[in-house]
């Protein structure tokens, strides 16, 4: 069966973000679209309610590295 060229995720949460990263990390090459709600990239809400009320750390954990959003924005024809 052809590969699709375009595959649209509905939710940009951590499971919406780790279905993008699975379909690069298993060689898919065509668009990926992450629909959400939020304006910023991406992050793990455990470390809200843990690690960030804790003060040891001052930023919540991104799913991915930035520049695995930018990297992708540039292969886009
Ligand atoms: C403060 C906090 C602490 C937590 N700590 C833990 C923990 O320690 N351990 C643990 O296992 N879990 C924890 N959780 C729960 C865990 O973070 C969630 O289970 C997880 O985020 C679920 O990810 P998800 O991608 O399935 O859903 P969500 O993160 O809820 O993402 C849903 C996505 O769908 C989008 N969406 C919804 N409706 C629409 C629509 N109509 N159109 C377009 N987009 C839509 C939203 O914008 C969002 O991007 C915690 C949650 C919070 C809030």
Redesign the pocket.
């Known amino acids: 069966m052809a590969e699709p060229q375009r595959i649209v995720i509905?939710?940009?949460?951590?499971?919406?973000?780790?279905a993008a990263g699975a379909l690069r990390d298993r060689g898919y090459t065509g668009d990926v679209v992450v629909?959400?709600?939020?304006a910023h990239q991406?992050y793990?809400?455990?470390?809200?309610?843990?690690e960030l009320l804790l003060g040891d750390t001052d930023s919540p954990h991104r799913v991915h590295d930035a520049d695995f959003y930018e990297r992708a924005e540039s292969s886009c024809g």
């Open positions: 509905i939710g940009s949460g951590l499971a919406g973000a780790s629909f959400g709600r939020e991406p793990e809400l455990p470390a809200l309610s843990k």
